[in-house]
């Protein structure tokens, strides 16, 4: 096969595809996907936080409609992540605003909008030099 590489017992194939391909699919959602401008993922979470005081941490900042915590499905803990969801951007903004780099039960949080599940898309990898 032209442009792949064995590493690993693994098959490696140079993809090809221009930047302006990954640009379009992260800048263009598809339409029947919700727009996540009031999602926040939040990163850094101790395995200790649940969902109830993962709420109350960002309940001061609007109505939270939601929030999910990712567990592994094999250990059943914690991943370390999750999702706040808020009825209204600007109550988003100003929780990430708020939020990023303070504590939640000893361990510094990273906040930041939650990007959008892009599906069937092509996966770019960028070329280490």
Known sequence: MKNATVFLARRITKVTS???TLR???SNP???SPSRKNRLFVGGLSWSVD???L???FSSYGEVTGVNIVYDKD???SRGFGFVDFSKEDDARCAKDAMDGKALLGRPLRI???LEKVRGGPVVVPRLT
């Open 75 to 77: 250990s059943g803990r």
């Open 55 to 57: 709420k109350d941490a």
């Open 30 to 32: 598809s339409p029947s």
């Open 112 to 114: 930041s909008f939650a």
């Open 51 to 53: 969902e109830k005081s």
């Open 24 to 26: 379009y699919y992260c």
């Open 18 to 20: 221009p930047v302006s």
